[in-house]
Nanobody, 123 residues
Framework: QVQLVESGGGLVQPGGSLRLSCAAS????????MGWYHQTPGKPRELVAT???????NYADSVKGRFTISRDNAKNTVDLQMNSLKPEDTAVYYC?????????????????WGQGTQVTVSS
């Protein structure tokens, strides 16, 4: 089976930095787009940033210039460097990825989610 495991959340003061990491493991043929989403209570999960397999990033307007997404295709990992954090960045952050699994009859793509990691920005 495939799983995504996140790490790096925590409590930080406004203006501070955190780095989130996510590693995909299991019976993986290829990891395609990887990304991060966040969710606060009572609201839907929202895109923070994604990066394609070729390294093309996409950011939500609210994080442009402050967050940087990066990946390592050899290790099947994706990181999110978060700088100049604001209280409104407080949320549970989820790793997301489209992963291909190879079967005898062909390949199948599925979307996977991590378990989530809490980020709290507060003084």
């Amino acid at each position: 089976q495939v799983q995504l495991v996140e790490s790096g959340g925590g409590l930080v003061q406004p203006g501070g930095s955190l780095r989130l990491s996510c590693a995909a493991s299991g019976n993986i043929f290829r990891v395609n787009t990887m990304g991060w989403y966040h969710q606060t209570p009572g609201k839907p999960r929202e895109l923070v940033a994604t990066v394609t397999r070729s390294g093309l990033p996409n950011y939500a307007d609210s994080v442009k210039g402050r967050f940087t997404i990066s990946r390592d295709n050899a290790k099947n990992t994706v990181d999110l460097q978060m700088n100049s954090l604001k209280p409104e960045d407080t949320a549970v952050y989820y790793c997301n990825s489209e992963i291909e699994i190879q079967y005898m009859w062909g390949n199948a793509k599925s979307t996977y989610w991590g378990q989530g990691t809490q980020v709290t920005v507060s003084s």
